[in-house]
């Protein structure tokens, strides 16, 4: 259906060639992804790979897309948005605060910097022939600083602390803005019929003026129109939505100021990342700019000739604007007069072009100023510049070192390392190595109300190799700074180099984060969400339940650090859990903190999935938690960390209250008894050895699995111990049947013709009939597929059954449940003659074509939850387990109901045969089996044939 509605809209677009389109978006797609990968594990930026990446597939060398033709404009529309979304991201991530912090050394280097390289670019321009628009538009692009590339080999060099990194970064902030305000001015003199005097100053005033009115404006309206937007939307789409439709609206009111689009996102992004809701738009924002952002870089290299690239001229051009590109930034190094710090070092910090560079080339092009051999020139500059950078700022920055001696440390001051003076923190004095940790950490608290001075920054800059030894005084020192600390505090530890060699496993994380291509801010990688999230939970909104909560903790500091390991989990090459040991382990906190902190990482969605099922204040789902989690303690803080996820929907934390509240209640029962009255297992297992008494099936009891023995109550526990020791049979099979006193629910098919009913020969272990509901229970050798055997003879008996469960008890013997409903009561012998058969069979074929299958991992703490829609019929569960026992999984509990409408809506728990959850590859094989799809090959053709169930271990203690 798609495709002729994709020809009619070509037809009506005038003959585009939609396939055509759809191809290009997929080649550039694939190899955007490709070239940013291979990028970054070469240490090379992204945008770089690219845009070689562009030139590939363009038609300079493979021509799988084209610079021109009926589907380029398609391409095109989607480059702009790319580069419109980037610009969107600057002004986000723009702290209009630094700009005004910025010092002299850094505002008159950020002048020169742009002065001097449009000045010489532009008269190299008219020395080589060009035209003035041309000549102010080479100009223009040759004054642009990458700030990401020189941060980030600043960053790995562990040298963001030093004088001159502080000098170009503070000169990028001031970079930022004159650029954006050049561009904005050369666009549209570009545009107009000629450049004269006039003209220019017009244009000065018309960008300053749309700058100054649409910030102002922007400012104001933005966090007041999405902070209601917030409290009144439903749909989880309707904020992003909201920010791209503001952004495109400024873009537009540029562009009827005859400027450029960017400038108005630009705006639009400066007013977005002021408001509470900034942090959530940049977050959803970011995988669309992961699509559409390197559309635009490779879209750079597609327009690139590379043929023109090695043209004499062109090189020579590139060439002479490559010499202005480096003597006009390093000129700007004059601004320094009097400042301390390496010139060289800040000179080559400012070289490279990097993405404002290549902006500017994108548009010359596009609006025709540069032809394709200036562009080609341009192109080789912006390259050249951004390569050459990282070696030779690394070469400098070790030159710089060695001259460098560390200071001898002194005596402490009375007044102790470290003190604040007129909103600076300084450093009193060098203090010895073993002190190096504290003094860090605690001048980390102290900027989070002042600024740290030169002092400081040049000594934690100069730690080298200096061991970073951590001690509880250090480790209480590290829990309040997550307890008060900001981004601010981060940064500092982070460019000092203090992070990594204290804390690597957060370093990691940080780096992690700081290598996404699109993360235009490095701050932002240092910005602990879910722990800032939690300190106003419980401090500043006065979130009453959370607070009183948080007041009940034993450990709060516990809580924190998980919150800390919570919010970095995916950003890092290491699995959460085993960061969260490692890292409690370093701070030594000890052996209970570990396991605490490990559990809430390790389930730290657990409540939030629960309460998005539709049983999961059901009893039996309450109890499986509590019975998890143990303490009380853990279920609070969990509590507390879920709710500091934000973004709850009213019935959404109302339920999760009432889970808290209900987890908190069952922790607490008081008829529980023996040495562990607060365990839920113990309680049950205790109550089931009472009805026991001295009967030897007692011992068995010690073999139930935790997770069995919290979904049964202890009378059935008690029937079961006895069928799973035997008492004396000689058989393998052992089966009872009870009736069960309460109303008949669940199923609503009935067995197929011909079916034969039981027929009562003989005393049943039963008791008197009840409503229509009974229970059957057997006990059996494991054996693969038993679950599917025992459910088709049941229903091959005519009976629906209505609730399932199965389990391993001891090493190698199985135990059921069936709850079954039936118009006579079952017949004992009948009930056993059938099943012996059935275990002596292959299991029955996994015919459920077109069932609808839905998986959850989190909701369990055991297993994978599967939930399976079909339309009802009889022996439906039989159907169900034959497919999981053919996939080689494992059905831990069954629960089956039907709607009114007729559809059967059955609930798995599910493990493979190692009691792991389901990975990828079993869930595929499952579907597959309910398809009908595994019917042939070895590994598939005899699933009988192979072990298949394990040991279900239970649950770790605490």
């Known amino acids: 259906m798609i495709a002729p509605l994709l020809a009619s809209a070509a037809e009506a677009a005038g003959g585009v060639d939609v396939r055509r389109v759809l191809l290009e978006i ?46 380029s404009g398609a391409l095109r529309v989607l480059a702009e948005i790319g580069v419109i979304l980037l610009l969107l991201e600057v002004g986000m991530e723009m702290d209009l605060g630094e700009l005004g912090a910025v010092g002299r050394a850094s505002l008159l280097v950020a002048i020169g910097g742009v002065v001097v390289p449009f000045v010489l670019g532009a008269g190299a321009a008219l020395a080589l022939g060009e035209p003035g628009k041309t000549a102010i538009f080479l100009g223009a692009a040759l004054t642009a600083t990458s700030v990401g590339i020189t941060a980030r080999v600043f960053g790995d060099l562990k040298a963001l602390a030093s004088i001159e990194s502080r000098t170009v970064l503070g000169a990028a902030v001031a970079d930022d803005v004159l650029g954006l305000v050049i561009l904005t001015v050369v666009v549209r003199l570009v545009t107009e019929g000629s450049v004269g005097v006039g003209i220019i100053a017009q244009t000065v005033v018309m960008a300053v003026v749309f700058l100054v009115a649409t910030t102002a404006a922007g400012l104001t309206l933005a966090p007041r129109l999405f902070s209601g937007m917030r409290r009144f939307s439903r749909s989880p789409g309707t904020l992003v939505a909201a920010a791209l439709a503001f952004t495109l609206a400024f873009a ?49 290299g597609i327009d690139a000739d590379l043929a023109a690239m090695a043209k004499p001229a062109v090189l020579g051009t590139a060439g002479v604007l490559l010499v202005v590109a480096v003597v006009g930034k390093l000129a700007s190094v004059a601004g320094m007069v009097g400042s301390p710090g390496d010139r060289w070092l800040v000179g080559l910090g400012m070289l490279p072009r990097g993405e404002v560079g290549l902006i500017f080339a994108g548009i010359g092009l596009r609006e025709g ?86 002092e400081l920054l040049d000594w934690l800059g100069g730690l080298g190799d200096v061991p970073l030894r951590w001690d509880k005084d250090a480790t209480d020192e590290l829990l309040g700074l997550l307890r008060t600390g900001s981004t601010r505090s981060w940064r500092l530890l982070d460019t000092s180099g203090v992070l990594e060699r204290a804390l690597p496993e957060l370093a990691v994380i940080v780096r992690h984060r700081q290598d996404d291509p699109f993360e235009l801010d490095t701050s932002r990688s240092l910005r602990w969400t879910l722990v800032e999230r939690l300190h106003e939970l419980t401090v500043e909104e006065g979130d009453r339940a959370a607070a009183a909560q948080h007041e009940r903790l034993a450990h709060p500091d516990w809580l924190l650090l998980a919150a800390l390991l919570v919010d970095t989990a ?86 999760l209250d009432r889970l808290h509240d209900l987890v908190q209640r069952a922790l607490a029962r008081p008829d529980l008894t023996g040495l562990e009255a607060r365990n839920l297992v113990e309680g049950r297992r205790q109550a089931a050895l009472r009805l026991l008494g001295d009967d030897p099936a007692a011992a068995a009891l010690a073999d139930a699995p935790r997770s069995w023995i919290v979904t049964n109550e202890p009378a059935a526990l008690a029937r079961q111990a006895v069928l799973f020791v035997g008492r004396g049979a000689s058989d393998d099979l052992r089966v009872a049947v009870a009736a069960e006193n309460r109303p008949a629910a669940g199923r609503g098919a009935t067995a197929p013709a011909g079916a034969r009913r039981p027929r009562r020969t003989g005393p049943a272990e039963t008791d008197e009939a009840g409503p229509g509901l009974y229970r059957i229970e057997l006990s059996a050798s494991d054996a693969p597929g038993l679950l599917a055997r025992s459910a088709a003879a049941l229903a091959d008996a005519g009976f629906d059954v209505v609730e399932a469960g199965a389990t391993l008890w001891g090493r190698r013997r199985a135990v059921q449940s069936f709850l079954l409903r039936s118009d006579d009561p079952p017949d004992l012998d009948d009930v056993k003659d059938r099943l012996a058969r059935a275990l002596r069979s292959p299991p029955p074929p996994a015919h459920a074509a077109g069932a609808k299958v839905s998986w959850d991992d989190e909701s369990s703490p055991w297993a994978t939850v599967c939930t399976i829609e079909a339309p009802d019929r009889h022996g439906l569960l039989a159907s169900f387990s034959a497919a999981f026992a053919a996939a080689g999984a494992q059905v831990q509990t069954a629960r089956v109901t039907t709607t009114r409408e007729g559809i059967a809506r059955d609930l798995f728990e599910v493990t493979n045969r190692s009691t792991d959850k389901l990975g990828p590859g079993d869930k595929a094989r499952v579907e597959a089996a309910l398809a009908g799809e595994l019917t042939g090959g070895t590994r598939l053709r005899r699933p009988w044939a192979r072990p298949a169930l394990r040991r279900v271990e239970p649950a770790p203690e605490g």
């Open 369 to 454: 100023v540069l032809g394709g051999n200036l562009y080609a020139a341009l192109l080789l500059v912006v390259l050249a510049t951004t390569l050459a950078t990282p070696p030779l700022l690394r070469a400098r920055l070790q030159v710089v070192r060695d001259r460098r001696a560390s200071p001898a440390a002194r005596p402490k001051p009375a007044g102790g390392w470290l003190a604040v003076d007129d909103g600076v923190v300084t450093l009193q004095a060098v203090p010895p190595d073993f002190a190096a940790l504290h003094v860090a950490l605690q001048a980390a608290q102290l900027v989070t109300r002042a600024r740290p001075g030169p």
């Open 26 to 71: 997929l080649v550039i797609l694939i190899a955007a992804k490709a070239a940013a990968e291979l990028a970054e594990r070469i240490r090379v930026p992204a945008v770089l790979g690219e845009i070689v990446a562009g030139v590939l597939i363009g038609p300079s060398v493979l021509g799988l897309v084209e610079a021109t033709g009926p589907g």
């Open 252 to 300: 537009e009111l540029a562009q009827v100021a005859k400027l450029a689009p960017i400038i108005g996102a630009f705006v639009a992004g400066l007013a977005l990342g002021r408001g509470r809701e900034g942090e959530r738009i940049s977050r959803e924002l970011k995988p669309v700019g992961h699509l559409f952002i390197p559309v635009f870089f490779l879209q750079i």
């Open 570 to 655: 995916g950003d890092g090459p290491e699995e959460p859990v085993a960061a969260a040991r490692r890292l409690v382990l370093r701070l030594g906190l000890g052996a209970d903190a570990e396991e605490e902190v490990a559990l809430l990482v390790g389930e730290h969605r657990l409540l939030l999935a629960a309460i998005r099922r539709a049983d999961g204040l059901a009893e039996e789902h309450v109890l499986r938690i509590a019975t998890h989690l143990d303490k009380p303690e853990r279920a609070r803080a969990l509590y507390l960390l879920s709710v500091a996820f934000g973004e709850l929907e009213p019935w959404e934390r109302e339920r």
